[in-house]
């Protein structure tokens, strides 16, 4: 019953780096190296790796499971198997995918300055200064701007000429960048420093809740689940692939990332001393403290600079593309507008929205908090129950194109019990600390 006309992937490797380029972004640069130093180091890192593979992983699978067996948009697909009531986490997901974007294409706006700035004038002389002028304003709202229209141009074209046609190309050589920047960091004097911080686990402080939230948060956020993104994306899957094994190159690719950006964030940091602007961890930290090791680098930290903000950008580029896919996808099927139409009425009311985020980093800081803290646990709870409990046809669908899976029963166990009652768990914690921290955020 699918839609004859609805585009595919023209071959599995345009599908993993249309979902690799969505996992990976500044959620594994940006977000995951602030988070690390804020959270404390390897501690966080090793909750964040447990969540990936127990909850993650599950989670991504029943994502792909549901969009590739409906061949639909968010709000269709759950509609197809679970009937009209479920069409509203559909409305979740694709209200998430809005909120985040609008506040996503902020922060990357920055880097698109930032890059710009070291090509054509070198490293800011006072960072710190600096960014407190660029983040906020008409500044961060012209760049939130262009980025929003690069994205929209990008989603305009559609999946294969689109999407697709631009993540073969960004995503490895997003991954060469980041190799070649973590091998560098590497031979700076006063590295091993850096190491240590990141590496050595301080177990003492995994057990706190607000550190388990963030790392639960920070999974999912980072593999792009409990918003639909890769609902959306799977949909566009031929019955023949091969589900698991793409959902573990995915989530493997995305680690990794976020691993090798640790291991070129940590060491620059602390080999050139600056460390103490990133353990004051704030959003802004590593558009402050990376600028000011990259100054005292001379010209070769101009070059290391803009390559860092270039990897930034292409990440973020692709993962933006895929948060207005979800939002574009559901308009197009729900309202049968044509695709430019979508994309130009979708995007322009992301972009006005985040102008909000533009104008003030406390409100931006507010809405990541509610995404991440709320509404992708909430997102990813309600699909997971939808998978474990409603969808009957998913052991079947998930086996569909991989051969029978001797683990397809434990799978839906694992979403039927262990994973929502891990996210009621966290939901449970997380809910009351993020409404204080939103209202203080906020209302100061
Ligand atoms: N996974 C992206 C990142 O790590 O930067 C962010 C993201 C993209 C989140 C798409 C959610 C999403 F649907």
């Excluded at 402080?205 to 388990?212: E, G, L, P, Q, T």
């Excluded at 019990?417 to 409404?435: A, E, G, K, N, R």
């Amino acid at each position: 019953m699918a839609n004859a006309r609805r585009e595919q992937w023209s071959t599995s490797f345009g599908f993993v780096a249309a979902a690799v380029g969505s996992a990976v972004g500044l959620g594994n640069m940006w977000r995951f190296s602030y988070l690390t130093a804020e959270k404390g180091g390897a501690a966080f890192v090793a909750l964040y790796l447990v969540f990936t593979l127990l909850v993650g992983l599950p989670i991504l699978l029943a994502e792909m499971t549901v969009g590739r067996g409906a061949s639909r948009s968010p709000i269709l697909a759950l509609e197809h198997y679970g009937g009209r009531n479920w069409r509203l986490l559909g409305g979740l997901f694709v209200l998430t995918g809005f909120l985040i974007l609008s506040y996503y294409s902020v922060i990357a706006g920055w880097t698109l300055r930032y890059a710009g700035e070291l090509i054509w004038h070198g490293v800011p002389a006072n960072p710190g200064d600096h960014f407190s002028q660029v983040s906020q304003g008409w500044n961060a709202f012209l760049f939130h701007v262009g980025f929003m229209v690069l994205t929209m141009g990008i989603v305009a074209g559609g999946v294969t000429r689109g999407i697709e046609r631009v993540s073969v190309v960004a995503m490895p050589a997003l991954f060469i960048f980041v190799c070649g920047l973590a091998l560098y960091a590497a031979t700076l004097p006063g590295s091993e420093a850096g190491y240590a911080y990141y590496l050595n686990a301080n177990f003492a402080n995994a057990f706190s809740m607000d550190v388990v939230v963030s790392a639960a948060g920070q999974s999912f956020f980072s593999l792009s689940l409990g918003m639909g993104a890769m609902l959306t994306f799977a949909s566009y899957l031929s019955r023949q692939s091969d589900l698991p094994r793409e959902a573990i190159r995915i989530a493997a690719a995305d680690f990794g990332v976020a691993f090798l950006a640790g291991l070129m964030v940590f060491p620059i940091v602390f080999a050139l001393g600056v460390e103490g602007d990133v353990s004051e961890s704030t959003l802004g930290a590593l558009f402050v403290a990376l600028p000011e090791a990259f100054a005292s680098m001379g010209l070769g930290g101009r070059f290391v600079g803009i390559i860092f903000f270039l990897a930034l950008i292409v990440g973020a580029l692709t993962s933006a593309i895929s948060l207005l896919e979800v939002v574009v996808s559901a308009v197009v099927d729900g309202w049968a507008w044509s695709r430019v139409r979508s994309v130009a009425v979708a995007g322009g009311l992301i972009t006005l929205m985040g102008s909000l985020a533009a104008w003030d980093l406390n409100l931006l800081d507010a809405m990541d908090q509610i995404a991440n803290n709320i509404l992708l646990l909430l997102g990813a709870l309600l699909l997971s129950i939808f998978v474990g409990w409603v969808m009957k046809e998913a052991p079947e669908e998930l086996q569909e194109g991989a051969g029978p899976l001797s683990w397809a029963g434990a799978w839906r166990f694992l979403l039927r019990w262990w994973v929502p009652l891990v996210l009621l768990f966290v939901l449970f914690h997380s809910v009351p600390t993020t409404i204080v921290n939103v209202r203080s955020l906020v209302f100061g």
